[in-house]
């Protein structure tokens, strides 16, 4: 018989937790599992590329309660009352105020989900997959219907908006933690430590032979550009640091390097690093590729891969760099230790203009420790595929 698992997520946007679950569909046997994906909002980038095999469900009529989610609830409690529903108004304020007390959104939630039923569908395992998303927690814990319930955590939580009394009070009543790296499992503990002997570590599923496969779908780099291909991969915000990257390109090209930056991703960072890529003279060499669902051509094709980024869960696309055996500069976000060997599989650093600078300069002109580098993660293995295993651990 199929086990029957549903994944909760906030929507299919080009994402790293978007693609670290596409990665896990594709390598999930169709004679095992009955899979179904729930999103709060038909959206994303990625929403094509959900394998057929998988049912896909919608949030009803979420649209109608994002903006008690998201906006100041004093300010939706005006807008109800301009609509003439005092009653509602006053209890929404009611429910805010005591959540803002117990330091913990239960309460809210609990409100604005009032009129939504449990499933009436049981599935065996029910992950609230984007996480930590306080929400997606308390939907699956309060609405769903599940013989096990899991908290997949995607991010370094000490990095992150955290509410540890929400967590305290809703995790322990989840059957397992799931966190994506070691590292960012032992900082969970740290915060959650009378829980702890439910928190284990389940990382991000990688198939390196699927990657191949699509890095030979597409043809990548189009332009007749000679000189050293730099490549980052990462939403355009703050947390991927692209701003070092601009800093760190400026340096590099006033110290004479026949270099471009390529950077592919979207997002909110957009405006504030186009004003950076002019304000550090780079506007002809930091080139900003915009949003590739495909990006492994790139990364095949590229001489250097940089993941700049301030924190990190894992590093989803890091992993995947990591197929292709080109030389890689990272960072030291949480999980970073757990894939590269600094100077033996690629250069490890802090967030620092200076020591990223020295890292790059030193790849662009050091070719003995380039070549010891590609020849290091060729003898690698990076596929995770029976990270799949971990499922039985749940033993439905």
């Known amino acids: 018989m199929k086990t029957k698992i549903l994944f909760m997520i906030i929507n299919m946007n080009i994402g790293g937790t978007e693609k670290a679950l596409l990665n896990m569909l594709s390598e999930m046997n169709d004679d095992e599992y009955e899979i179904t994906v729930l999103m709060l909002e038909e959206f994303g980038g990625f929403l094509n590329e959900l394998p057929t095999n998988a049912r896909i469900e919608y949030v009803k009529d979420f649209d109608k309660i994002k903006a008690l989610l998201n906006n100041p609830p004093l300010f939706e409690a005006k807008e109800i009352l301009k609509d003439g529903k005092p009653v509602r108004a006053i209890n929404l304020i009611f429910h805010h105020l005591l959540s803002k007390i117990m330091k913990d959104r239960s309460s809210y939630f609990k409100y604005v989900l009032k009129d939504y039923r449990k499933f009436e569908k049981e599935y065996d395992i029910a992950v609230a997959y984007a996480g930590p998303m306080d929400l997606i927690s308390y939907f699956v814990m309060h609405k769903i219907n599940a013989k096990k319930k899991v908290q997949w955590i995607h991010f370094d939580v000490t990095k992150i908006s955290f509410n540890n009394k929400f967590a305290i009070n809703l995790y322990k009543k989840f059957d397992h933690i799931f966190v994506v790296s070691n590292e960012g499992k032992e900082k969970l503990i740290e915060k959650l430590s009378g829980i702890k002997n439910k928190i284990n570590t389940f990382g991000n599923i990688i198939s390196s032979s ?9 043809s990548g780099f189009d332009e007749d550009f000679k000189g050293i291909k730099i490549l980052t991969v990462g939403r355009l915000s703050i947390e991927k640091g ?105 250069l490890i650093v802090n967030f620092d203009e200076e020591e990223m600078y020295k890292a790059v300069k030193e790849l662009l002109d050091n070719e003995i ?28």
């Open 210 to 218: 699927l990657i191949q496969k699509m890095a030979e779908r597409e």
């Open 242 to 346: 692209q701003d070092l990257a601009i800093k760190v390109l400026s340096k590099l090209k006033k110290a004479g390097y026949d270099v471009k930056w390529y950077c592919i991703g979207d997002g909110e960072g957009k405006a504030e690093y186009l004003k950076l890529i002019d304000e550090y003279n780079v506007s002809e060499d930091f080139i900003l590729l915009g949003t590739k669902t495909n990006p492994y051509p790139y990364m095949k094709q590229c001489d250097l891969y940089v993941q700049p980024s301030r924190h990190e869960g894992y590093c989803i696309t890091l992993s995947e760099a990591r197929c292709f055996n080109n030389p890689i500069v990272t960072t030291n976000f949480t999980g970073a230790k757990e894939q590269l060997i600094n100077r033996e599989t690629g």
């Open 369 to 396: 420790l380039r070549n010891k580098i590609k020849i290091n993660l060729q003898k690698e293995s990076v596929d995770t595929t029976k990270e799949l295993e971990k499922l039985n651990l749940l033993n439905v």
